[in-house]
């Protein structure tokens, strides 16, 4: 509670990383969590940390004028019909918007943060999405993906979320009517540990080609 007796306003959702002066498109990275879990996410956590080398990798491969942020969750999981994550994106946009205008964006997600980000694409502004070993359980919608650009990118060795879900995640998104592609990475791990420079190498040519075209790079 404030001082006053008011409660306090929640802390904003988007965690701005670069801001230029007149921004032209936007990235916003969300990391992953947990499936159920409401205590406080907290930024020196693994999982928002894993996140940072793949902002610095975009950050060198897209023009001046992009600007680049992390979206700040309230708890660290998922939490079933909740799907606190995806609120927080959903924020992170408006705020976005607030602040940039009608620009294009581009999410890019890890695990539960992928999940997060693909059901956030149905926002207009959201241009494509890379989804980096993400959680697609079995029932995931896939009508909102229509004409949408999406590449997801998963390791053979991840042992906490399936590529076969991821696999058949695209398909389904496919037959939708969306742009959608997986891409395997031989030896690749959920942590993205493993072949870290393939991940990051390929992530940032992934997020350029997106925001330059609206398509994915051969």
Known sequence: MAGNGTARPPAAALRPRRVPHAPRAAVLFLHGGSAA????????????LRMR??????????????????????????????ADPLHDARRALRE??????????????????????????????VRGVLALAPWCPDGEPVAHLRDKDLVVLHGDRDRLTDPRESAAFVRRAREAGARAELRLVPGGDHAMLRRAGHWHRTAAATVAALLAAGRTPA
């Open 37 to 48: 879990g409401r205590a406080a996410s907290r930024p020196w956590y693994p999982a928002p």
């Open 53 to 82: 080398p793949f902002v610095r990798a975009v950050a060198a491969a897209v023009p001046d004028d992009v600007l680049l942020a992390e979206v700040r969750y309230r708890v660290r999981g998922w939490n079933g019909a909740d």
């Open 96 to 125: 976005l918007a607030g602040r940039a205008g009608d620009v294009p964006v581009v999410l890019v997600g890890h695990s539960m943060g992928g999940r997060a980000a693909l059901r956030a694409a149905a926002a207009p502004e």
